[in-house]
C-alpha cells in the first residue's frame, strides 16, 4: 500500500476534531490510510445512556459510526471530494462495557461514480467481540463546499 497524501490525515483529524458534534463526544483520531479508518470514543459519564448501567448511549455509537465511515470514505478518494451519508445501518450486538472507551475500524469497500460503500464494526475490547456492525453509503460529488460545517458560525 502507497502513504496516503497528507491531506488524507489532516481532513480525518479535522473531522474528528474539529466538527462540532464530534469534538463534544471527544472523538479521537487514530489513523486513516488506504479506504480504512480508526477512531476511538471515550467512556465518559456525560456520554451514558442509562445511569444504572454506566453503558454509553446509543446515540453516541451511532455519530461515531457515522464520522468514521465518512473518514474511510475520504481515504479513499484520489483527490478531495466532497461526501454525504445516504444510508447508514446499525446493529447492535451487545452493550460496550461500563467504563470503556470504543474504537472502531471502518473500510470503504467500494468506491463508485457517485457512491461510495463502507462496512464498519465498533468494540472495546476486540474487535472479536463487537459492540455494533455497521454499512454505509455515502454520496459523493455534492457540491458542497469543503469544511462548510467546520467554518465560524453565522448570525
Known amino acids: 500500500m502507497t502513504e496516503d497524501p497528507f491531506w488524507k490525515n489532516e481532513l480525518?483529524?479535522?473531522?474528528?476534531?474539529?466538527?462540532p458534534h464530534a469534538l463534544a463526544l471527544g472523538i479521537e483520531f487514530v489513523s486513516v490510510k488506504d479506504g480504512v479508518g480508526t477512531l476511538r470514543v471515550p467512556w465518559r459519564e456525560d456520554l451514558v445512556g442509562d445511569p444504572d448501567t454506566g453503558v454509553i448511549a446509543g446515540g453516541v455509537i451511532t455519530t461515531f459510526l457515522d464520522q468514521l465511515c465518512g473518514a474511510a470514505v475520504m481515504s479513499a478518494l484520489s483527490e478531495h471530494n466532497p461526501i454525504a451519508t445516504i444510508d447508514l445501518r446499525i446493529d447492535y450486538m451487545r452493550p460496550a462495557e461500563p467504563g470503556c472507551a470504543v474504537q472502531a475500524e471502518a473500510q470503504?469497500?467500494?468506491?463508485?461514480?457517485n457512491i461510495a460503500f463502507v462496512r464498519a464494526v465498533a468494540y472495546d475490547h476486540s474487535p472479536d467481540n463487537p459492540v455494533a456492525h455497521?454499512?454505509?453509503?455515502?454520496?459523493m460529488n455534492t457540491n458542497r463546499r469543503p469544511g462548510a460545517n467546520l467554518g465560524e458560525k453565522k448570525s
Open 134 to 139: 455497521a454499512s454505509a453509503a455515502f454520496m
Open 12 to 19: 480525518a483529524t479535522r473531522m474528528a476534531q474539529g466538527v
Open 108 to 113: 470503504c469497500t467500494k468506491v463508485g461514480k
